[in-house]
């Protein structure tokens, strides 16, 4: 949270619901840092303005009777140039993108048709690995970077239809996908699910946020989920070294589940979505599988290693008949040891 951002944080449970408001800005002082009850709640308009939180996001949580917290810092959502999350949400067939995201979608699916099965089966991994998590590596605790806007079924539901008492921080930098958290925060009674705005161009504004730290015990082992997310870090950032001090912080026993382009099996096709992606200041870097194998390094990948997202662990017959250049996109699941 930066120094004259506004805040809202709240935290409920089926007991005793209750709300952080507060605003840093001087300007701002009607409501200084406070914790009031759902019930106490100010009905006038929050007063940093356009963005600020639906209060009745407070009286939807309540009536869930479920544990979360979520936090909120006043940022212009820029709705005048495109953004991955927007056209990531325009290929998956969804409804909360603009004209800008969907001019730049459309362009890149002009280069790249296959764009939209990207997308569902960087998705379905993302399933497919945290059922397995869950179920046979017996992880409680998850923490997913990049979650994008809300697509249903969402990782925590995935993960609490076999173990409820699940725990999940959702991460994303992109202020829009705070506004549709709600959806993400509709965790079983039994476990909970938190949502930090924070930037995983700096991984220790996500380890230090209050709402990780308030829903994770990080000496116990936690799934990293890194979803077609380290790929849209600017190229000049160390994603080794972004990755790294992700992982180091984790205690033995935890897992990474990453996916990343490549332009491995159809490179001018992915070049020229890449350029397209630049063009509208999205930039995005693939990568070749050995570069991709490195992000592993010092892990054990479980079976069956690093593979076309299609390939993992596929559920599905229809898989199989897709190619690897209709996926692009590599995926792992790896323990650290
Ligand atoms: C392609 S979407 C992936 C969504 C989700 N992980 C999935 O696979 O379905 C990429 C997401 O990463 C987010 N993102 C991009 N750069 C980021 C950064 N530096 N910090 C945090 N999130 C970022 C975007 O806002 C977007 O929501």
């Known amino acids: 949270m930066t120094d004259d951002a506004c805040f809202l944080t709240f935290r409920a449970n089926t007991f005793e619901p209750t709300l952080s408001v507060g605003c840093l800005r001087a300007a701002h002082a009607p409501y200084p840092r406070a914790t009031l009850t759902l019930d106490s709640l100010p009905t006038e308009p929050w007063p940093c303005g356009a963005g600020g939180p639906d209060l009745n996001t407070s009286g939807t949580t309540k009536q869930r009777g479920v544990l979360s917290w979520m936090s909120w810092s006043a940022k212009d959502i820029n709705t005048g140039s495109a953004h991955s999350a927007r056209m990531y949400d325009y290929f998956l067939g969804g409804k909360d993108n603009y004209p800008p995201d969907q001019e730049a979608a459309e362009k890149v699916l002009a280069v790249l048709p296959h764009a939209r099965t990207i997308a569902r089966n960087n998705r379905y991994f993302m399933r497919r690995s945290a059922r397995m998590l869950a179920q046979e590596a017996g992880i409680r605790q998850f923490l997913d970077i990049g979650t994008g806007i809300p697509t249903s079924p969402n990782l925590h539901e995935v993960i609490q239809e076999i173990a409820p008492e699940a725990r999940i921080v959702y991460t994303d930098n992109d202020p829009i996908v705070l506004t549709h958290a709600r959806a993400l925060l509709t965790s079983a009674p039994q476990g909970m699910t938190a949502y930090a705005e924070a930037d995983l161009r700096e991984p220790r504004s996500i380890l230090t946020a209050p709402e990780l730290l308030e829903t994770l015990d990080l000496t116990k082992p936690v799934a990293l989920m890194m979803i ?19 992982v180091d912080a984790l205690p033995s026993g935890s897992y990474l589940a990453l996916t990343y382009g490549t332009s491995d099996f159809a490179p001018e096709e992915m070049k020229r979505a890449a350029d397209v992606y630049a063009a509208s200041r999205v930039p995005v870097r693939q990568r070749p599988k050995e570069e991709i194998e490195q992000f592993f390094q010092g892990l054990e990948l479980v079976e069956p290693g690093l593979v076309p997202v299609h390939r993992w662990r596929p559920d599905d017959p229809a898989l199989g008949k897709l190619s690897d250049a209709d996926v692009s996109m590599f995926g792992g699941v790896a323990r650290k040891p």
């Open 228 to 246: 077609s997310i380290l790929h849209f870090v600017p190229p000049e950032y160390d994603h080794y070294a972004v990755l790294g001090e992700l």
